[in-house]
């Protein structure tokens, strides 16, 4: 799984990026303008109101699990969360399986495949 997270973290980070990048060459940090177009048609918003409920979600549940978990470095997908949750979240799943894997535990999708296999 760690292979399939690396993979969608970068993905994550090209694909929002190469959209963004051209767009803020060719029309710098203009804040107005970024919210007029991120909200000039029905589906723009759509889109961008589904970005935000999905980042604050991703935001609250790295904050939950990651203390649960005790897991070092939760600034780090956090911080992501600038790229988009696109990042943050196979991020966050990638740092959430090495820290189980580095205490001893399975994740539950391991751990249902071993019971399969018994």
Do not use: N
Not at 16 to 41: C, E, V
Not at 45 to 57: K, M, N, P, Q
């Amino acid at each position: 799984m760690q292979i399939l997270y690396l993979f969608l973290c970068i993905a994550g980070t090209v694909l929002p990026l190469s959209q963004f990048i051209p767009w803020l060459a060719a029309h710098g940090l203009d804040m107005p303008l970024l919210l007029q177009q991120a909200t000039s048609s029905p589906l723009s918003a759509f889109a961008w109101s589904d970005v935000l409920v999905s980042g604050i979600t991703v935001a609250v549940w790295i904050v939950a699990e990651g203390r649960r978990l005790a897991m070092p470095r939760l600034w780090l997908p956090l911080c992501c969360l600038v790229v988009g949750p696109s990042l943050a979240l196979p991020l966050f799943l990638l740092l959430r399986q090495r820290h189980l894997a580095a205490a001893g535990h399975t994740d539950w999708l391991e751990h249902r495949q071993d019971q399969k296999s018994v």
